[in-house]
């Protein structure tokens, strides 16, 4: 997966921001443009196998530019998201942007969420990731729109082949797709895709793709009813 470059422009830019003098340089917005963008998850390979996963764990090696920028993406998560008051989602929004996520118009991004690659986040319009969730988004996590994950869930891209002696980074991709809810404190594992208006019931497993409008809960998850379905119009959007 691609990370952003311009390491020393997004440097210079924290520091100015330090200083009081908060003017981003062109560049830095430039050099995140495509970052992100050219995630196809249709292009990625699927899963065959009983565990009804969407995507398949494919092996990872993390750059050391990878390395580099999360170091740096931290230190302004620390300095300049984290204080930052709950009604500030568009400065959120702005910062994340900066590092190449995909945030549309309206998503609160809250200020105690924790994101590990922002590069690889996918925002739609009005959805939300709460105080204290967790997304370890080595692979791309997409949330679409109105799409919520609640308090301390954990959002888990990356695992280890433990059939390797080595134990080498595997990653896939997560997909929550609109209108669903991921409730307090569940756990959602690589490869799963989240159906529109599906609900998790907390403290949930989920390892396994749950349909749209499906009501899912347990460890693992099993569908334990359906909701009812609904379409938001633009005016009440």
């Not at 996918?122 to 967790?134: E, Q, Y």
């Not at 002696?165 to 799963?192: N, Y």
Request: aromatic share 8%; glycine share 8%; charged share 15%.
């Amino acid at each position: 997966m691609q990370v952003p470059s311009n390491s020393v422009s997004i440097i210079y830019w924290l520091l100015q921001s330090l200083l009081g003098r908060g003017d981003a340089p062109a560049c830095l917005g430039m050099s995140f443009m495509s970052v992100g963008a050219n995630i196809d998850l249709q292009s990625l390979p699927r899963d065959s196998s009983k565990s009804r996963r969407t995507y398949t764990l494919a092996p990872m090696k993390l750059s050391r530019r990878n390395v580099l920028m999360r170091a740096v993406w931290n230190l302004v998560w620390l300095l300049l998201y984290r204080p930052t008051p709950m009604p500030l989602h568009a400065w959120r929004r702005l910062l994340l942007r900066a590092f190449g996520a995909r945030v549309e118009t309206g998503a609160h991004p809250c200020p105690r969420a924790r994101i590990w690659a922002p590069w690889n986040l996918t925002m739609g319009a009005h959805s939300c990731l709460a105080d204290n969730v967790d997304c370890y988004c080595v692979a791309a996590v997409t949330l679409g729109a109105h799409a919520t994950i609640s308090q301390y869930s954990y959002l888990c891209t990356a695992s280890h082949d433990y059939q390797d002696p080595s134990m080498p980074l595997i990653v896939a991709p997560i997909t929550v797709e609109a209108e669903a809810w991921v409730a307090a404190d569940v756990f959602v594992g690589p490869g799963v895709l989240i159906g529109e208006g599906a609900v998790i019931g907390a403290r949930s497993t989920v390892i396994a793709d749950i349909q749209p409008w499906m009501v899912a809960a347990g460890s693992p998850t099993g569908i334990i009813g359906t909701r009812k379905r609904f379409s938001r119009t633009a005016a009440t959007g």
